[in-house]
């Protein structure tokens, strides 16, 4: 069997996550024993990172398994043969590490070199920031008029030039935006590409809520998400969608090993319909904002408070897992936090005491 602090090295190696120390006692197993400097000699040779292998975990896996099928067609007598009929000791650890690393360290230089990339991109951008209890609107050098919410960040260019209108939002906006048909409107938000000619739609993406969305009220968008770039999602007016960034797991088999790999087999995102409190009633419980208002409809206490604490600027938490639990609906517009909270308990009960900034619910 082989030794398993050295596959757990080998992994943390791969991932580029090996700690000084760690990486002096990797060597020294890799310098004294044979076989596993063989090991890891013939691995480097599978594991080839590029930006569009990082960019689809599920790819890269298929990529990986792809080489160590094909790898006894190119291999030379002193190398260990890799056929499909009975995997060896040696074909099911490197399966086994590459997994491992492809979903530690495939996210982890994703990640990093997408975030490098829009960082070059988005240096010399102008940037607009909304703080709580405050919105904002901007026109755009095209006309295209944004409307900001609280906590939000929007970075565009003083002036738009070449092919594309791009434009990167943290948090939440309104877009109404001029048609150029020989020019789309691009919005980056965190794991969404939209991209739009004339429109108005409206895009939710703050980083620490457990999901983001874009609610089109007229004209079309196109959506692209970064862990499915090869599919193309269409909105028509009066259309929802909601993508959830919790990455879940699947796991298949190749030969008697099983291995985890990303699940996208389309339960990362929701299609569905604008959401109006009432029965034909016109407001529309996504943009009620821009109109000064905080409406919300079957909403559960954990995702509410992370609403009002941008709305009247407080810091909110939640100390029942019940409570987190409870589901409320309602309209607040004028109302004080103490005024907000007494209209919450009458619907379901619970305590809360307010130090200073912070509001404390149990």
């Not at 080839?48 to 007598?77: C, H, R, V, W």
């Not at 208002?293 to 939640?318: N, P, T």
Request: charged share 25%.
């Amino acid at each position: 069997m082989l030794n398993e602090r050295f596959q757990l090295l080998l992994t943390k190696k791969l991932a580029n996550e090996l700690t000084p120390e760690e990486h002096l006692e990797f060597l020294e197993m890799v310098n004294s024993d044979p076989e596993l400097n063989k090991i890891y000699t013939d691995l480097k040779s599978y594991w080839t990172p590029d930006e569009e292998t990082y960019a689809n975990n599920a790819k890269m896996f298929q990529n990986i398994l792809n080489k160590i099928d094909s790898g006894n067609q190119s291999q030379s007598e002193n190398v260990i043969p890799i056929t499909r009929k009975g995997y060896s000791k040696f074909t099911r650890m490197i399966a086994a590490v590459l997994v491992t690393a492809a979903l530690g360290a495939g996210t982890y230089y994703y990640t990093n070199y997408r975030n490098a990339v829009q960082n070059t991109k988005v240096a010399n951008l102008e940037v607009l920031h909304t703080p709580s209890r405050q919105k904002s609107k901007i026109v755009l050098s095209d006309g295209s008029v944004v409307t900001l919410n609280s906590q939000s960040q929007l970075k565009y260019p003083a002036s738009f030039s070449g092919k594309t209108r791009e434009v990167y939002l943290n948090g939440e906006a309104f877009f109404d935006i001029k048609k150029d048909p020989e020019h789309p409107f691009i919005v980056h938000a965190d794991q969404m590409k939209i991209k739009v000619l004339g429109t108005a739609f409206n895009v939710k993406s703050y980083a620490n809520d457990e999901s983001c969305e874009t609610t089109l009220i007229r004209g079309a968008i196109e959506l692209t998400l970064a862990d499915r770039p090869a599919d193309r999602i269409i909105l028509k007016p009066n259309e929802k969608l909601v993508l959830h960034k919790r990455v879940t797991l699947k796991h298949t088999k190749r030969g008697n090993v099983k291995f985890p790999v990303p699940d996208t087999s389309g339960t990362s995102y929701l299609l569905t319909n604008l959401t109006h409190l009432k029965i034909g009633d016109s407001t529309v419980v996504e943009t009620s904002w821009t109109n000064n208002k905080l409406i919300f409809k079957d909403q559960d206490m954990e995702s509410l408070a992370k609403q009002m604490e941008r709305w009247f600027g407080l810091k909110i938490i939640v100390k029942s897992e019940l409570i987190k639990k409870y589901n409320y609906t309602g309209v607040f517009e004028k109302e004080s936090i103490t005024q907000a909270l007494y209209a919450l308990q009458m619907i379901e009960p619970f305590h809360y005491k307010i130090n200073k900034e912070i509001v404390y619910i149990y």
